[in-house]
Each structure stands twice: as structure tokens, then as C-alpha cells.
């Protein structure tokens, strides 16, 4: 061991023999190992920081006696580093007294408060071990994090070899918790106190047994968790006003609680039932928009640098940094990979990672279990992520940031590793993003390659959680060949279920270019329809997700309406219209009850709020991104909504006091944009000789002059951000939600779960059928017959998508099916049966138990009828 093994006065020392193990335990892995990436997936197992326990000690009462920490550092490695200038960095929280009167210390610092604040740390550095491109070191007596308590922070710092005197940083990218970001060290986590604690241990335990929470398959002697009936989609930040996975999983418990007691559910409780998946948007640590989102400030809060006031050269010191929880609106996408093993600390308001296993296990703990699904972006990287992680991690310039190597073996590993302990949080199941970007270059042919050996790597990965291995139910959002020209006409978005016939894939009709507000969309897109019903089984269906309602939010409107081609039958102004596009009773109806696979549902859709995209974290594009937002305002801000009190308070703090105002500056911006190729300076310019509400004085005392700069359109697009994400929030929208629409949205969602067999495609080898009524004359019908596999039950649907009201009967549709001259099994003409109507939305004058009398359609609406082949 380099060095000094102790830090005087911090009870922290270096734990010599255990250090001189995880150094020969990854020798004897490269020794042992079938190649680099072999030996590199079992040594990822060990980076990061490990508390240590004896063999019999218990993580749920026993404390740890110190912890492991394994960093991989080829950069250092390379730039001719000595392990003499390398130490492992800590940050303990001082004690109330060190801390003073008005500061907090160990056992009450509180990680969770989301204002800027100062707090005294000591800082100790001790010596590491270097075995090739790897540091290592075990150490004894540092405070590990829990629920109740913020543990030590960690990261490597070494001084440069160019002769300065100047020092870096090394960050974990496996870490299990980084209460302050992903650019602030890590915190040393009890991973294993949290994994022995959890309350849904039980869940897991009866995975495999036959005696299941959930149904599992064998799968190469582990359980597989099967796939849901149906699913909904969740972004966490903008679920509930408090915006974080604790209010989310109070949410459930309190309907779970309703659920059992036989209470009846308020309108806006019922938008969360009737599902037995839930898909959560990104759950990551997020990248940062410089000098505005520094949540970690060594030297105080006024420091600008993110390792300001440090001197490395003692081996020990007091120093005081600014902290304070991160406070960022994002979806989730814009992820640093470093780190993507932790809860994105933005929606912990707690600041500690379990709240995302509470949330989990109220999920599972719901009368009816609920699968959690996790997002898995690992397809990019933000540009920033260059910051964090070491240089091999990148392959070059990509369409999202950076483009990660897949193919170098350590990144290769840690990749994989990053899933697998994100998916140990509790996951039943794991959705790939993106998983075309999953691409390699070719050298030989100068074109990027799919790189489907690592999506297996990622299917056959084992998780455990509570002492339980399996699989977790996966899921690829794959449009191969996209980009090219051609990709919606070539893709079969089947390339992977092909591959891993347990998989599934996101639909055709699910993808983000679906837009159902359009009129002839549900026309034009039969042809992707009819695959869905004939091969659909193993795809996530449904047009209501965060891209196609952002997609939908994008289509420019005119004053009449000209120029988007939008469909007039479904409401008299574009809020209302997108409204009913993304949740009507015929697209709810055809996906839960006339489809195959699994219907997926958005939450913001189910409540009728209003969704787009937002985003705080990149101050290079995010006006850009603002203006492509403009039409966002026609569809989602009625007249007299952007007038209230509460609403959009930092745009009209800037001067857009009306919403015209607004509307026209965004337009022009985004006009301006395009005519300037993105020339911020120029656009600022500009916009000062137009005239406009910012450049007229609504920047406050700060503006000198009403000549607007670059720094003025960067503040408004964050205020804009910030304003739109506080609007898109549920809890604001719920007390508008009907009484009659989400009862009957319920009901769908329930008559699909107690008929799992329509998962199965449409087989009309027994007399199933799908089509739409031709000649359309104005209306597109879309209408199936589905039939229980054991015989006992048939049902009809017909759901008018577009057009004029139509009345129908269940004569009509099988005679427009064709079937009605075919017999079942039971030898009954389908014409003959006893039906009656099992579902019919609420402006459709038909009830639950009419008989197979005439239902007039509006636009929209839907009906359902059921036959028992007993009768």
C-alpha cells in the first residue's frame, strides 16, 4: 500500500488485507475469464463502494465495518498518473456541535431540503492501490448512508502530471446514491441494508414458486416475470404537486387502501386503475445546465466552481459547501450515464433512494399486484457525460449528445452492470429506449451497425432483489432503420421479438409520429393496424404515450384550422380536441378490447391534462427547443387559462402578459431560428428592433436597455420550462376530471384485465375477424370479433374513430365483418346469438344489459357487445 493508511483524528483507516483482496480478486478474474469482457462484467460487480459485512452478519441490524471502493481509470492510467498522487476523497458531515448552532450535522443534515444552504464536512484522503487501469481500497469506520442518515461522500482526486499542481476528479459512475447530482461525489449507500429492509420481499420471494405475486416462465433454469395485460405510463415529476416517488407511492397506497375497503375511488384516482403495469419515464441522474444547477459547492454558496476552496495537499481539512437537493425539470432522457445506477436526486424528497423502492413496493403491495417497469436510456449519452466518465466510454459524436462504444469491453460491462443494479431497486420489468441507437461503426464499411449482441447481453442479464434471481419482463422501443429516409414504411418492429421470442417491442402505432388529432389518421393507418391485430400479441399498443402527445402538440394550427388538417369532429377548439384524440372511448375501447398485445395508456393522457416537452438542463439548445414548442401553446393553453393567478408567473414576470403575446414571441422565435440557423446573437438583435414584451423592459431591474442579448433568450426559455412544468402537473387538473368518463375509462381497463386471453392475436382460423366498414361514406368504423379460446364468451366492438355519427347494430358489423354465416363451435350462427351490450361510452345512447338493438356512434364513441355461447 502507497502512502499513509489513516486519516489522524477521522477513526477512518485503510484496511490493508482487504485492499490486497479486491486487487487480486479482479487479477484472478482477467486470469480466469474467457476474454476481456468476461473478466470485465465480473470485476463491475465490485466497482463503486461496497459496505463490508462478515458472512454472518445481518445487513438489516448489523452495521457495516467499513466499505470497498473500485474505480476504473484508464484516462490516469494513460496520462502517466502515480498511484502516489491518486487518494480516495471523503466527505463526512460534521458533527451539530463542529457544525455550529446554525448548521447541521451527521445525524440530522438533512438531504432533502431543496434550499441552498452551508455545511461543514471533514475531508479525508487516503492512498488507493492501482492494479492496471483499476484503483482500489478498503476502508473502516465511514458512516454509511440509510433511510435516516446522509453517509460519507466519495470520489477519487489526483493531481495532474503536467507540473501545476492542479488537481481532478474522479466520479463513481455505479453509484448507488448521489444525494446532490450526478456532478457531486457519490454517497456511500447501504445497499444492502436497503435490498434486506424492503417491504415487498415477499413479492419477490414467491417469484418461480408457483405460488406467485406475479406469473413467471422458466427461462434458462430462472423465472421470467410474464408480461402485464395492460400498462400505464407515469412521468414521476409532474405526477403530484410535490413531484417526487414518495408522493407517487403515497398515491397508490392511499387508492390500495380504498381498493381493499371497498371505497368508492374520486374521478382522479380512478385514472391510476385498472392496469396491472406501471412504465415510469427515466428515473436517472440528469445532466446540469452550467452555472445555474451546481447543487454541490465546496468553498460555500457563493463559490462558482464545483471543487472550489479544497486543498488536496493535507491529507485532512474542515470545509464548508453549499448544498442543496436538485431542483430540474426534465422527462428523464437527458441522462450523463454516470451514476444511472442512483434515483435521479430531483425526485427524491427525501434525498434518499429508498423512496423509489416504497414506491415499487406499494406498487406490488396494490390488491391486485402491479408490475413496475423501468425506462432504460442507455442508447446516448449528454454531452456533458464527457465530464464524468473516462474517455474510452465514447465512440464519438452522436444524434443525442455523445455516442457511447459499446464494443470496448470494460464500457461494455459497465453498461450492463448500470442496468443491472438500477433494476435491483425492485423492476418486474425493463423497457430499452431506443434500442436502434445501439449501434457500433463499421470500419470495413464505413456505416454504423446494430450492435444486437448487447441487446441480448441486456435480456439475459439476471437481477436480484431480496435473495430472489430472475429475469424481468423486456421491452424494446426498436424503428429500425431509422433514421433512414424510408423508416416508417420499412420497419417491422419485430426485428427483436424475433430474436428473443419472450420480447416485446413498442407497436407501429405507438411510435412518437402517430398523431390521432389528424384527420384520416385512423383511415391512413389501417395498414399498420391490420398488423397490429394479425401479429400484435408481443407489442405494447395504444397512440397515448409522452412522444406522441408531445408529436401531437407540435402540429401548427391556424386560425381556421386550414393548415394541420385536424379533425373537426372530435371538438370546436384544439385543447379540446387533443383532449379527446389521446383519450377517447373508441381508441381506449379498440386497444383494451379488439386488440392483441399490450394496451399501453399515459397518465396525463387519462387526465385530460395537458403534456409537452420541458426541459432546464441545456442551456446551448433550450431555446431551440422553446420555439419548436409554439403550436404547444394553441393546443394545451385555452383563452382565459394562461390569465389565472397561478399560472405561467415567470413569463409574465418577463413581460408576456397575455397569452397572445406570448404566442406571437414564440412564433416569431421559432421563425427567427430557422432563418438564422440558430445564430442567438442575431435572433437577440432582431427581436430588439421588432419589438417585444422581453425586449420592452419585462426583464426587471437587471435590464439596462431594451436591446435584448442572447442571455435574455436563454433566461426566457428556462422560465418557460419552469412555467409549463408547474402547468403540466396533475394534482392542478384534477378537479376537472368527469365523473362519467373516468368510470367508464375504469370499466375498459377492468373488462380487458378479466380477459387476458385478448392478448392472443386475432386468429379467424376460430372465427375471429377485424376490419373497418366499407365504403367508409364519411365515417371510419373500425370493428372486431373476438372470441374466448374456451368457447364460453364472443364479443363485438365498434368504435366509430372518425367521422359523421353512424348507427349500428350488431347484425351490421358481422354482416360488415363477413362472419355471418360462419358457425362456431357450437355450431350457433354468430347472427343468432343472445348479445347485449357489455361496454358503451357515455355519450352513446346505449347502457350496460341493452339488448342488440340499433347504437347510434358519435364521433369517437364506442360500443361493446357480449355473447355467452350458452345462451
Not at 215 to 237: F, K, N, V, W, Y
Not at 439 to 464: C, I, K, N, P, S
Not at 835 to 864: K, S
Amino acid at each position: 500500500m502507497s502512502g499513509g493508511s489513516a486519516s489522524e483524528g477521522s477513526g477512518f483507516a485503510v484496511l490493508p488485507e482487504r485492499t490486497a483482496a479486491l486487487v487480486e480478486r479482479a487479477r484472478a478474474d482477467r486470469d480466469a475469464a474467457d476474454g476481456r469482457f468476461e473478466a470485465a462484467k465480473s470485476i463491475a460487480e465490485r466497482l463503486g463502494a461496497h459496505p463490508i459485512r462478515g458472512a454472518d452478519a445481518d445487513p438489516a441490524t448489523d452495521p457495516p465495518a467499513g466499505v470497498a471502493f473500485g474505480f476504473w481509470t484508464p484516462d490516469l492510467v494513460d496520462a502517466g498518473v502515480s498511484v502516489e498522487d491518486v487518494r480516495l476523497e471523503l466527505f463526512t458531515p460534521l458533527s451539530d456541535d463542529e457544525n455550529g448552532d446554525d448548521q447541521r450535522g451527521e445525524a440530522t443534515i438533512d438531504p432533502g431540503r431543496d434550499d441552498l444552504r452551508e455545511v461543514a464536512f471533514r475531508v479525508d484522503r487516503l492512498p488507493v492501490e492501482r492494479d492496471g487501469e483499476f484503483h482500489w481500497v478498503a476502508v473502516e469506520g465511514i458512516p454509511v448512508g440509510t433511510r435516516d442518515r446522509l453517509g460519507a461522500l466519495y470520489q477519487l482526486a489526483y493531481r495532474t502530471p503536467d507540473g501545476d499542481d492542479e488537481w481532478e476528479t474522479v466520479r463513481d459512475p455505479l453509484a448507488y446514491s448521489v444525494p446532490f447530482g450526478a456532478f457531486a461525489p457519490a454517497e456511500a449507500y447501504d445497499w444492502p441494508r436497503l435490498d434486506a429492509t424492503r417491504p415487498d420481499r415477499d413479492h419477490f420471494a414467491s417469484l418461480g414458486t408457483g405460488d406467485e405475486a406475479l406469473p413467471t416462465t422458466e427461462d434458462d433454469g430462472l423465472p421470467r416475470i410474464d408480461p402485464a395485460t395492460s400498462m400505464l405510463e407515469i412521468h414521476p415529476g409532474t405526477s403530484t404537486e410535490r413531484g417526487s416517488l414518495a408522493a407517487l407511492a403515497e398515491r397508490f397506497e392511499a387508492i390500495g387502501e380504498k381498493l381493499r375497503a371497498g371505497d368508492p375511488l374520486a374521478p382522479h384516482e380512478r385514472n391510476y386503475v385498472g392496469y396491472d403495469a406501471v412504465q415510469l419515464m427515466p428515473v436517472e441522474p440528469l445532466t446540469q445546465a452550467y452555472g445555474r444547477q451546481w447543487y454541490w459547492r465546496p468553498g460555500g454558496v457563493d463559490s462558482e466552481t464545483p471543487d472550489g476552496g479544497l486543498d488536496r495537499e493535507r491529507d485532512a481539512e474542515r470545509v464548508t459547501v453549499g448544498v442543496e437537493r436538485p431542483d430540474q425539470t426534465n422527462w428523464g432522457y437527458d441522462v450523463v450515464v454516470s451514476a444511472f445506477s442512483a434515483a435521479n436526486p430531483a425526485i427524491l424528497e427525501t434525498g434518499r433512494p429508498d423512496e423509489l423502492v416504497d414506491l415499487i413496493a406499494a406498487c406490488h403491495a396494490m390488491p391486485d399486484p402491479i408490475r413496475v417497469v423501468f425506462d432504460v436510456a442507455l442508447g446516448h449519452a449528454d454531452e456533458a457525460a464527457a465530464e464524468l466518465l473516462p474517455d474510452p466510454f465514447f465512440e464519438g459524436p452522436g444524434m443525442y449528445g455523445l455516442h457511447l462504444d459499446y464494443r470496448q469491453p470494460v464500457v461494455r460491462a459497465i453498461l450492463l452492470e448500470l442496468q443491472r443494479r438500477k433494476a435491483n431497486f425492485g423492476a418486474d420489468g425493463i423497457r430499452i429506449d431506443g434500442a436502434q441507437d445501439f449501434t457500433y461503426h463499421d470500419e470495413e464499411t464505413g456505416e454504423q451497425v446494430h450492435d444486437d449482441a448487447f441487446l441480448a447481453e441486456m435480456d439475459r442479464m439476471t437481477h436480484e432483489v431480496a435473495g430472489t434471481e430472475f429475469r424481468p419482463w423486456m421491452i424494446y422501443e426498436d424503428g429500425r432503420p431509422w433514421p433512414r429516409e424510408d423508416w416508417e414504411l420499412a420497419s417491422t418492429y419485430r426485428t427483436l421479438i424475433d430474436r428473443h421470442p419472450h420480447a416485446f417491442q413498442w407497436s407501429p402505432v405507438t411510435f412518437a409520429h402517430n398523431k390521432p388529432a389528424l384527420l384520416t389518421f385512423w383511415v391512413t393507418k389501417w395498414w399498420r393496424m391490420r398488423e397490429v391485430g394479425e401479429m400484435g400479441s408481443q407489442w405494447i399498443t395504444g397512440v397515448a404515450n409522452h412522444d406522441t402527445l408531445r408529436r401531437g402538440s407540435q402540429v401548427e394550427v391556424t386560425d381556421d384550422w386550414s393548415g394541420a388538417l385536424i379533425n373537426p369532429y372530435l371538438a370546436d377548439s384544439p385543447p379540446e380536441t387533443i383532449r379527446e384524440a389521446y383519450d377517447s372511448p373508441a381508441a381506449l375501447v379498440w386497444f383494451h378490447v379488439a386488440m392483441p398485445g399490450v394496451p399501453m395508456d399515459f397518465l396525463h393522457a387519462n387526465y385530460r391534462a395537458p403534456w409537452g416537452f420541458v426541459r432546464d438542463t441545456d442551456p446551448t439548445w433550450n431555446v431551440k427547443v422553446v420555439a419548436e414548442e409554439a403550436p404547444w401553446i394553441d393546443w394545451h393553453v385555452p383563452e382565459g387559462a394562461y390569465g389565472e393567478r397561478a399560472a405561467f408567473p415567470r413569463l409574465k414576470e418577463l413581460g408576456f402578459e397575455t397569452r397572445a403575446e406570448l404566442k406571437e414571441f414564440v412564433t416569431t422565435l421559432a421563425a427567427l431560428i430557422d432563418a438564422t440557423d440558430y445564430d442567438l446573437d442575431l435572433i437577440a438583435e432582431l427581436l430588439s428592433v421588432k419589438g417585444t414584451p422581453l425586449a420592452e423592459g419585462g426583464r426587471g431591474d437587471a435590464a439596462s436597455s431594451d436591446a435584448l442579448a442572447a442571455t435574455d433568450l436563454r433566461a426566457f426559455s428556462f422560465a418557460w420550462s419552469a412555467d409549463v412544468a408547474e402547468y403540466l402537473v396533475l394534482d392542478r387538473w384534477e378537479d376537472d376530471q368527469g365523473d362519467a368518463r373516468t368510470a367508464f375509462d375504469r370499466r375498459v381497463r377492468e373488462f380487458r384485465q378479466a380477459r387476458p386471453w385478448l392478448r392472443r392475436d386475432v386468429d379467424p382460423s376460430r372465427g375471429e375477424a377485424f376490419g373497418y366498414r366499407h365504403p367508409t361514406e364519411g365515417t371510419v368504423v373500425y370493428q372486431a370479433l373476438r372470441r374466448d379460446p374456451d368457447g364460453d364468451e364472443a364479443l363485438l366492438v365498434a368504435c366509430n374513430v372518425e367521422g359523421t355519427p353512424v348507427e349500428l347494430s350488431p347484425t351490421n358489423v358481422l354482416d360488415d365483418l363477413g362472419v355471418t354465416a360462419e358457425r362456431d363451435g357450437g355450431g350457433d350462427p354468430d347472427g343468432a346469438l343472445d348479445w347485449a351490450v357489455a361496454l358503451a361510452a357515455p355519450d352513446a345512447n346505449a347502457a350496460v344489459g341493452d339488448d342488440a338493438g340499433p347504437v347510434t356512434l358519435e364521433t369517437a364513441d364506442a360500443v361493446v357487445w357480449r355473447a355467452d355461447r350458452d345462451d
